[in-house]
């Protein structure tokens, strides 16, 4: 009782799938994906069997139509069900069982596969399909969240919305597993989930940007470490985590003015921020001045 999409980026070679759906959690159970193997989804009368065992045969060797067959064969309840998969080359094999409630049905294009079933209309998939098309430019992540908007405004799952989930990994595996995963958000229960589930992501992203401007900081690269932070700060104003760091680094680096007024953001979101200033002082893990740390902080007069 849900729509989705799994595909592959033709120019990274990243995986992906998302989901929307009127059931708790349904992330959790619909969205499979690895990296330099594929990326499934289960849904309808959702088997996760389907979802591990898929990789599992995709890993092995089996191109997505191989290894949806195997499992189709192996499950009796096959009429119900509703299951895509995308291969790590960008081949790609969907089903909807004959007892899928309706509205139900797929599209496969060139390496990606919308599928839905208990929609209100039939023009769900198709909807999702040309707006995944079109929206060729943008990166994987948000072309699956652009399709899923597509499938809401076409009257989506019958029963309304709760849950939504974004998976994304990198197309080829690297030396740290634990690097290879781009996206993986889930909003499991939420009036809106997809407006929801798209906030997450540009958070997420937002958060990233501190990471890669801590990497140009070390390199000595401060104006390009400032651009990416201030993005982050400019995306998401109100977010005390982004404001305080940033503004630890501005005042690292004789940009004391930048930095009070940015840390203020965090000082105002609550009073811890101000004595884990005072601590990373005391303990050393900040190279700025008495003074300056003095005049960040609201006590400060300044």
């Known amino acids: 009782m849900t729509y989705s999409i799994?595909?592959?980026?033709?120019?990274?070679?990243?995986l992906g799938v998302a989901v929307q759906s009127h059931w708790f959690a349904a992330g959790d159970v619909v969205m499979w994906a690895e990296p330099g193997v594929g990326a499934v989804a289960t849904q309808a009368l959702a088997e996760a069997a389907h979802g591990a065992l898929?990789?599992?045969l995709m890993r092995?060797?089996?191109s997505a139509s191989e290894a949806l067959a195997a499992r189709l064969a192996a499950d009796d309840g096959r009429d119900h069900r509703q299951v895509a998969m995308v291969d790590a080359t960008g081949r790609i094999a969907a089903h909807t069982g004959s007892r899928c409630l309706h509205e139900a049905g797929h599209r496969a294009g060139a390496g990606f596969s919308?599928?839905?079933n208990m929609m209100m209309n039939a023009t769900v998939w198709d909807a999702m399909a040309g707006t995944y098309e079109r929206a060729a430019d943008e990166d994987l992540p948000h072309r699956l969240l652009d399709a899923l908007d597509a499938a809401e405004a076409e009257g989506g799952d019958i029963r309304g919305k709760q849950a939504a989930g974004i998976l994304v990994v990198k197309g080829n595996p690297s030396e740290k597993p634990w690097e290879d995963t781009i996206v993986h958000l889930r909003v499991d229960d939420?009036?809106?989930?997809l407006p929801e589930l798209r906030r997450l992501v540009e958070l997420k992203f937002s958060y990233d940007k501190l990471d890669s401007a801590e990497k140009l900081e070390l390199a000595g690269d401060l104006e390009g470490a400032f651009r990416i932070q201030m993005e982050a700060v400019s995306a998401f104003p109100d977010n005390p985590e982004f404001a305080f760091w940033t503004a630890v680094s501005l005042a690292a680096h004789d940009r004391a003015e930048?930095?009070?007024?940015?840390i203020r953001v965090a000082f105002r979101a609550h009073?811890?921020?101000e004595e884990l200033l005072r601590r990373m002082a005391a303990d050393g893990f900040v190279d700025v001045s008495r003074e300056t740390i003095a005049m960040l902080l609201p006590d400060s007069g300044a």
């Open 6 to 14: 799994v595909a592959r980026d033709p120019n990274t070679g990243d």
């Open 54 to 56: 898929g990789l599992q």
């Open 60 to 62: 092995a060797g089996k």
């Open 114 to 116: 919308a599928q839905a």
């Open 190 to 193: 939420h009036p809106e989930p």
């Open 258 to 262: 930048e930095a009070r007024e940015t």
């Open 271 to 273: 009073p811890g921020w």
